[in-house]
């Protein structure tokens, strides 16, 4: 896990033992993970209007200025689980528009994350792909950010597309693709070139899981997204094939463990000489300053 989802679960996991609290939405996008929150006693819900608990916990994806002030108004205290990199975005989206230059995200425009980087900006232009550019009108000065769990390429590929489709528009562009994500999407390409087949474990709305499947089949054919270690099919794999295993960044550490289990399993009831290998990602550990809110 990411060390933002770490501390989103943190927070509260340490408020459902204090009593009763709602999550505004999905803290992270992982069954697992919601399902072992929802068994704490936390509650989900999408919606400020039913929540009945006095406590509210803000998602680690963010969300817009208006809305946290609808949750202060609504007379509730709220806690906010924000990654701190969701927070950076935030306020280089915000000094972009205050330095007048109109607000382009690149993302997903319905994830949770986008829909809170443009919620105080409702002129904002949100672009994925190279034809979302085609549809924008010119601006004489562009302020261009990232969803945090974009690939880089893809990002600095559409700035250049930007830049190429107004070239009289003067286009800034602040990084805002996170740190975990970063390396993640170069650890993955890197052992997909080693892998017969890589699996990739994630929540099915993962954002920056379903990236990580889509950079490892850039390099290996045969690439399974899956959420639990009882999704895996041996009929996969072959007895010699190296395996691949890589996760999502909001994936906890034991449904990894049981997925690696599962497969070495496989391995020992191969008939072949040479069983698979199994070849999991190793990231160095992240050190990075919290952020404020």
């Known amino acids: 896990m990411c060390f933002g989802v770490r501390d989103a679960l943190a927070l509260a996991e340490a408020e459902a033992a204090r009593g009763p609290a709602t999550?505004?939405?999905?803290?992270?996008?992982?069954?697992?993970?919601?399902?072992r929150l929802r068994a704490q006693g936390l509650r989900l819900e999408t919606d400020l209007a039913v929540v009945t608990t006095e406590t509210v916990v803000v998602t680690a994806h963010g969300t817009s200025d208006r809305h946290r002030e609808e949750?202060?108004?609504?007379?509730?205290?709220?806690?906010?689980?924000?990654?701190?990199l969701v927070h950076v975005a935030h306020r280089a989206l915000g000094d972009l528009v205050r330095r007048g230059y109109h607000p382009v995200v690149i993302g997903q425009r319905d994830h949770v994350e986008v829909r809170g980087l443009t919620g105080d900006h409702p002129q904002c232009d949100v672009?994925?792909?190279?034809?979302?550019?085609?549809?924008?009108?010119?601006?004489?000065?562009f302020g261009v950010v990232s969803q945090t769990t974009q690939p880089l390429d893809r990002v600095r590929t559409l700035v250049d597309v930007l830049r190429r489709r107004f070239p009289q528009s003067e286009v800034v562009f602040r990084d805002?693709?996170?740190?975990?994500?970063?390396?993640?999407?170069s650890a993955a390409e890197s052992l997909a070139r080693r892998s017969d087949?890589?699996?990739?474990?994630?929540?099915?709305?993962?954002?920056?899981?379903?990236?990580?499947?889509a950079?490892?089949?850039?390099?290996?054919?045969?690439?399974?997204?899956i959420q639990t270690a009882a999704d895996?099919?041996?009929?996969?794999?072959?007895?010699?094939?190296?395996?691949?295993?890589?996760?999502?960044?909001?994936?906890?550490?034991?449904?990894?463990?049981?997925?690696?289990?599962?497969?070495?399993?496989?391995?020992?009831?191969?008939?072949?000489?040479?069983?698979?290998?199994?070849?999991?990602?190793?990231?160095?550990?992240v050190s990075l300053p919290v952020a404020s809110a």
């Open 232 to 285: 895996l099919d041996p009929e996969w794999f072959r007895p010699t094939d190296t395996v691949g295993l890589t996760a999502g960044t909001s994936t906890p550490d034991d449904l990894i463990r049981s997925v690696e289990e599962r497969l070495q399993a496989f391995a020992r009831r191969s008939v072949a000489s040479e069983p698979l290998s199994l070849s999991p990602i190793l990231l160095p550990p």
């Open 23 to 35: 999550i505004l939405g999905q803290l992270v996008h992982n069954e697992h993970v919601l399902a």
């Open 197 to 213: 087949v890589v699996v990739v474990l994630g929540g099915a709305h993962s954002n920056n899981t379903r990236e990580l499947v």
């Open 71 to 84: 949750i202060r108004a609504s007379g509730r205290r709220m806690l906010d689980a924000t990654c701190p």
């Open 215 to 225: 950079t490892c089949l850039r390099s290996c054919a045969r690439v399974h997204h």
């Open 176 to 185: 805002t693709v996170c740190l975990p994500t970063k390396q993640r999407q």
């Open 127 to 141: 672009i994925l792909h190279e034809s979302d550019v085609d549809r924008m009108a010119p601006r004489d000065r």
